[in-house]
C-alpha cells in the first residue's frame, strides 16, 4: 500500500485509508449539524485524526521491531 508502506495489503484494505474516509464522515456530519461551531469541530477532530495517526505509527513501528528481531533469531 503506498498509503502507509505496508506490503501487508493493498490501498482498498488500508487501515489509514478507512481511518481518513470516516473522519470525512464525521465531518460532513458536524458540518451539517452544527455550522456555527464549525471551526471548534475541525479542530478537534483533527487532533483525534493526529493521535490517531500517530498511535498506527507506533503499532507499525512495534511490529516492524517484532519481524526483525523474528527474523534475526531464525
Same mark, same amino acid.
Do not use: A, I
Given at each position: 500500500c503506498y498509503e502507509c508502506g505496508? +506490503? @501487508?495489503h493493498y490501498k482498498s484494505k488500508c487501515p489509514m485509508v478507512k481511518?481518513? %474516509?470516516r473522519m470525512d464522515m464525521i465531518?460532513? @456530519?458536524i458540518r451539517a449539524y452544527k455550522p &456555527?461551531?464549525?471551526q471548534d469541530a475541525i479542530e478537534t477532530?483533527? %487532533?483525534l485524526r493526529n493521535k490517531k495517526i500517530s498511535t498506527l505509527v507506533g503499532c507499525q513501528t512495534e511490529? &516492524? %521491531? @517484532? +519481524?526483525d528481531n523474528t527474523s534475526e533469531h531464525n
Open positions: 505496508s +506490503l @501487508r481511518f481518513h %474516509k465531518h460532513e @456530519r &456555527k461551531t464549525m477532530t483533527t %487532533k511490529n &516492524k %521491531k @517484532r +519481524l
